[in-house]
Protein backbone atom coordinates (compact mmCIF):
# COMPACT_ATOMS: atom_id res chain seq x y z
CA UNK A 1 0.00 0.00 0.00
CA UNK A 2 1.76 3.30 -1.17
CA UNK A 3 1.28 5.58 1.98
CA UNK A 4 1.06 9.44 1.47
CA UNK A 5 2.74 12.05 4.53
CA UNK A 6 1.56 15.41 3.93
CA UNK A 7 3.13 18.07 5.52
CA UNK A 8 2.46 20.00 7.38
CA UNK A 9 -0.40 19.00 9.90
CA UNK A 10 -1.19 22.14 10.57
CA UNK A 11 -0.34 25.52 9.34
CA UNK A 12 -2.09 28.82 9.54
CA UNK A 13 -1.66 32.00 7.13
CA UNK A 14 -2.35 35.95 6.97
CA UNK A 15 -4.48 36.55 4.09
CA UNK A 16 -2.53 37.43 0.91
CA UNK A 17 0.35 35.19 2.09
CA UNK A 18 1.75 32.15 -0.05
CA UNK A 19 0.56 28.33 1.23
CA UNK A 20 2.70 25.46 -0.11
CA UNK A 21 1.14 22.32 1.11
CA UNK A 22 3.58 19.15 0.73
CA UNK A 23 2.74 15.03 0.02
CA UNK A 24 4.90 12.61 -0.45
CA UNK A 25 4.78 9.23 -1.59
CA UNK A 26 6.15 5.98 -0.28
CA UNK A 27 5.91 4.69 -3.37
CA UNK A 28 6.48 6.66 -7.37
CA UNK A 29 3.02 7.75 -8.14
CA UNK A 30 2.13 8.67 -12.11
CA UNK A 31 -0.86 11.53 -10.62
CA UNK A 32 -2.03 13.25 -7.68
CA UNK A 33 -5.53 14.87 -6.85
CA UNK A 34 -6.20 17.32 -4.05
CA UNK A 35 -9.18 17.83 -2.05
CA UNK A 36 -10.57 20.19 0.11
CA UNK A 37 -13.01 19.95 3.16
CA UNK A 38 -14.29 22.66 5.34
CA UNK A 39 -15.81 21.94 8.58
CA UNK A 40 -18.66 20.57 8.55
CA UNK A 41 -19.24 19.84 4.63
CA UNK A 42 -18.33 17.00 2.23
CA UNK A 43 -14.59 17.20 0.53
CA UNK A 44 -14.22 19.08 -2.51
CA UNK A 45 -12.66 18.08 -5.74
CA UNK A 46 -9.64 20.57 -6.19
CA UNK A 47 -6.68 19.55 -8.49
CA UNK A 48 -7.00 16.51 -10.77
CA UNK A 49 -4.03 14.63 -12.69
CA UNK A 50 -1.40 16.46 -10.33
CA UNK A 51 -1.85 20.35 -11.92
CA UNK A 52 -5.23 20.56 -13.15
CA UNK A 53 -7.76 22.33 -11.54
CA UNK A 54 -11.21 21.46 -11.25
CA UNK A 55 -14.11 23.46 -12.48
CA UNK A 56 -15.06 26.37 -10.41
CA UNK A 57 -11.56 25.90 -8.55
CA UNK A 58 -10.28 29.42 -8.17
CA UNK A 59 -6.98 29.95 -10.15
CA UNK A 60 -5.08 31.00 -6.63
CA UNK A 61 -4.59 27.25 -6.13
CA UNK A 62 -2.06 25.04 -7.85
CA UNK A 63 -0.56 21.73 -8.03
CA UNK A 64 2.90 20.47 -9.01
CA UNK A 65 5.19 17.22 -8.21
CA UNK A 66 6.04 14.32 -10.11
CA UNK A 67 7.82 10.80 -8.82
CA UNK A 68 7.25 10.63 -4.97
CA UNK A 69 6.77 14.25 -4.40
CA UNK A 70 3.76 16.81 -4.69
CA UNK A 71 2.75 19.85 -3.66
CA UNK A 72 -0.72 22.31 -3.01
CA UNK A 73 -0.03 26.37 -3.66
CA UNK A 74 -2.11 28.39 -3.07
CA UNK A 75 -0.84 31.76 -3.88
CA UNK A 76 -2.86 34.39 -2.00
CA UNK A 77 -4.57 32.67 0.86
CA UNK A 78 -7.79 34.17 1.34
CA UNK A 79 -10.41 33.40 4.56
CA UNK A 80 -12.42 30.81 2.43
CA UNK A 81 -9.44 28.12 1.85
CA UNK A 82 -9.89 27.57 5.72
CA UNK A 83 -10.06 23.83 5.59
CA UNK A 84 -8.27 20.50 5.71
CA UNK A 85 -6.65 19.30 2.76
CA UNK A 86 -6.26 16.00 1.40
CA UNK A 87 -3.66 14.49 -1.18
CA UNK A 88 -4.90 11.35 -3.12
CA UNK A 89 -3.86 8.41 -5.05
CA UNK A 90 -4.38 5.50 -7.43
CA UNK A 91 -1.69 4.49 -9.41
CA UNK A 92 -1.39 1.89 -7.12
CA UNK A 93 -4.34 -0.44 -5.43
CA UNK A 94 -5.71 0.11 -2.94
CA UNK A 95 -6.73 3.76 -3.73
CA UNK A 96 -5.08 5.93 -0.51
CA UNK A 97 -5.47 9.26 1.06
CA UNK A 98 -3.03 11.38 3.09
CA UNK A 99 -3.71 11.91 6.59
CA UNK A 100 -4.44 15.80 5.74
CA UNK A 101 -3.45 18.62 6.11
CA UNK A 102 -5.28 21.49 8.52
CA UNK A 103 -5.13 24.93 7.23
CA UNK A 104 -6.51 27.74 9.21
CA UNK A 105 -6.70 31.81 8.61
CA UNK A 106 -4.42 34.14 11.01
CA UNK B 1 -27.36 19.73 -10.39
CA UNK B 2 -25.65 16.61 -9.22
CA UNK B 3 -27.32 15.35 -6.03
CA UNK B 4 -25.54 12.51 -3.76
CA UNK B 5 -28.13 11.60 -1.07
CA UNK B 6 -26.96 8.76 1.72
CA UNK B 7 -29.17 7.45 4.18
CA UNK B 8 -29.65 3.75 5.92
CA UNK B 9 -27.11 5.27 8.78
CA UNK B 10 -27.27 4.89 12.72
CA UNK B 11 -26.45 2.94 15.93
CA UNK B 12 -25.87 -0.86 15.24
CA UNK B 13 -24.30 -3.23 17.65
CA UNK B 14 -20.77 -4.86 17.00
CA UNK B 15 -21.93 -7.87 14.79
CA UNK B 16 -24.83 -6.65 13.52
CA UNK B 17 -25.56 -5.34 9.87
CA UNK B 18 -26.57 -2.26 8.06
CA UNK B 19 -27.07 -1.44 4.70
CA UNK B 20 -26.75 2.43 3.24
CA UNK B 21 -28.36 3.62 0.26
CA UNK B 22 -27.25 6.31 -2.53
CA UNK B 23 -30.01 7.95 -4.46
CA UNK B 24 -28.62 9.85 -7.51
CA UNK B 25 -29.99 12.91 -9.29
CA UNK B 26 -28.81 15.11 -12.27
CA UNK B 27 -26.75 12.95 -14.21
CA UNK B 28 -26.63 9.72 -16.04
CA UNK B 29 -26.15 7.10 -13.22
CA UNK B 30 -25.84 3.86 -15.26
CA UNK B 31 -22.32 5.88 -17.04
CA UNK B 32 -20.68 6.42 -14.09
CA UNK B 33 -18.95 4.24 -11.50
CA UNK B 34 -19.63 4.43 -7.93
CA UNK B 35 -17.27 4.46 -4.64
CA UNK B 36 -18.41 4.60 -0.67
CA UNK B 37 -15.30 6.94 1.19
CA UNK B 38 -15.56 6.91 4.61
CA UNK B 39 -14.12 8.90 7.36
CA UNK B 40 -14.01 8.43 10.99
CA UNK B 41 -14.22 10.53 13.67
CA UNK B 42 -11.80 13.62 13.38
CA UNK B 43 -10.13 11.45 11.07
CA UNK B 44 -8.73 11.42 7.54
CA UNK B 45 -10.57 9.74 4.41
CA UNK B 46 -10.68 6.17 3.59
CA UNK B 47 -11.79 4.65 0.69
CA UNK B 48 -13.81 1.58 1.12
CA UNK B 49 -15.20 0.14 -1.85
CA UNK B 50 -15.99 1.40 -5.91
CA UNK B 51 -18.29 -0.64 -8.51
CA UNK B 52 -18.20 -0.52 -12.28
CA UNK B 53 -20.92 1.85 -14.25
CA UNK B 54 -22.82 -1.32 -15.04
CA UNK B 55 -21.65 -3.36 -12.08
CA UNK B 56 -19.65 -5.57 -13.42
CA UNK B 57 -16.72 -5.43 -11.42
CA UNK B 58 -15.84 -4.33 -7.45
CA UNK B 59 -13.24 -3.38 -5.49
CA UNK B 60 -12.79 -3.11 -1.72
CA UNK B 61 -9.75 -1.87 0.99
CA UNK B 62 -9.07 -5.98 2.47
CA UNK B 63 -10.34 -4.41 5.68
CA UNK B 64 -14.19 -4.58 4.15
CA UNK B 65 -13.53 -7.76 2.03
CA UNK B 66 -15.79 -10.56 2.44
CA UNK B 67 -18.02 -8.04 5.35
CA UNK B 68 -18.92 -5.26 2.92
CA UNK B 69 -20.72 -5.55 -0.44
CA UNK B 70 -21.45 -2.74 -3.14
CA UNK B 71 -24.17 -2.81 -5.18
CA UNK B 72 -26.11 -0.94 -7.50
CA UNK B 73 -29.30 -0.40 -9.41
CA UNK B 74 -29.33 1.30 -12.48
CA UNK B 75 -33.20 1.35 -13.53
CA UNK B 76 -33.69 3.29 -9.85
CA UNK B 77 -29.66 5.20 -9.82
CA UNK B 78 -29.07 4.24 -6.45
CA UNK B 79 -26.11 2.90 -5.24
CA UNK B 80 -26.19 0.43 -1.81
CA UNK B 81 -23.24 -0.66 0.54
CA UNK B 82 -24.51 -3.76 2.67
CA UNK B 83 -22.11 -3.88 5.81
CA UNK B 84 -22.04 -7.26 7.99
CA UNK B 85 -20.09 -8.03 10.79
CA UNK B 86 -19.60 -4.49 11.90
CA UNK B 87 -16.70 -3.70 14.04
CA UNK B 88 -16.15 -0.69 16.05
CA UNK B 89 -13.42 0.59 14.03
CA UNK B 90 -16.31 0.98 10.99
CA UNK B 91 -17.91 3.82 12.96
CA UNK B 92 -17.58 6.51 10.62
CA UNK B 93 -19.30 9.11 8.21
CA UNK B 94 -20.08 7.32 5.01
CA UNK B 95 -19.92 9.63 1.62
CA UNK B 96 -21.29 8.12 -1.54
CA UNK B 97 -19.22 9.72 -4.33
CA UNK B 98 -18.92 9.56 -8.62
CA UNK B 99 -15.15 7.64 -8.58
CA UNK B 100 -13.29 8.14 -12.33
CA UNK B 101 -9.45 8.64 -11.06
CA UNK B 102 -11.09 11.16 -8.92
CA UNK B 103 -14.33 11.67 -6.84
CA UNK B 104 -15.50 14.26 -8.44
CA UNK B 105 -19.01 14.41 -6.20
CA UNK B 106 -19.97 13.82 -2.96
CA UNK B 107 -23.34 13.10 -1.13
CA UNK B 108 -23.16 14.77 2.36
CA UNK B 109 -22.77 11.85 4.17
CA UNK B 110 -24.27 9.76 6.69
CA UNK B 111 -22.69 8.29 9.90
CA UNK B 112 -22.55 4.74 10.75
CA UNK B 113 -21.75 4.21 15.15
CA UNK B 114 -21.10 0.85 16.08
CA UNK B 115 -21.38 0.45 19.50
CA UNK B 116 -23.09 -1.76 22.43
Known amino acids: EIVLTQSPTTTAASPGEKVTITCLASSSVSNMYWYQQKSGASPKLLIY???SLASGVPDRFSGSGSGTSYSLTINTMEAEDAATYYC?????????FGSGTKLEIK | EVQLVESGGGLVQPGRSLKLSCAAS????????MAWVRQAPKKGLEWVAT????????YYRDSVKGRFTISRDNAKSTLYLQMDSLRSEDTATYYCATHSATFDYWGQGVMVTVSS
Open chain 1, 88 to 96: QQWSSNPLT
Open chain 2, 26 to 33: GFTFSDYN
Open chain 2, 51 to 58: IIYDGSRT
Open chain 1, 49 to 51: STS
